[in-house]
């Protein structure tokens, strides 16, 4: 465990990693989503948890040990949501793809 780190943090971005490298990339060909990768939903998630382009709003990488707890968090619910099928992944990626296109042009 990093040092600094709880270990509510460390059960935490263990979900997160299982949810993102193993459980959604499962879950995208049967689901018909418009990503398969495990880049991809962190970008996604991480993306939509902050309300725009994650790089802006977390500066350490991996972002995941470097997100404030609360954005993990929400992070890591919208991974459940995603899973449970609660949570559009098409219409997510679209949002998470619109942030980074007017992050472009601005």
């Known amino acids: 465990m990093p040092p600094g780190a709880t270990p509510d943090r460390a059960?935490?971005?263990a979900e997160w990693l299982c949810l993102t490298r193993e459980t959604l990339p499962a879950l995208a060909a049967s689901r018909r989503w418009p990503v398969r990768a495990d880049?991809?939903?962190q970008r996604i998630l991480l993306d939509t948890a902050v309300g725009g382009v994650w790089y802006d709003a977390i500066a350490g990488r991996p972002a995941y040990s470097h997100a404030p707890p609360a954005v993990l968090a929400a992070a890591v619910a919208l991974a459940r949501a995603a899973a449970a099928g609660t949570a559009d992944v098409a219409d997510l990626n679209r949002r998470s793809l619109a942030w980074r296109r007017q992050?472009?042009?601005g």
């Open 11 to 13: 059960a935490l971005e």
């Open 39 to 41: 880049h991809c939903f």
């Open 103 to 105: 992050r472009k042009a």
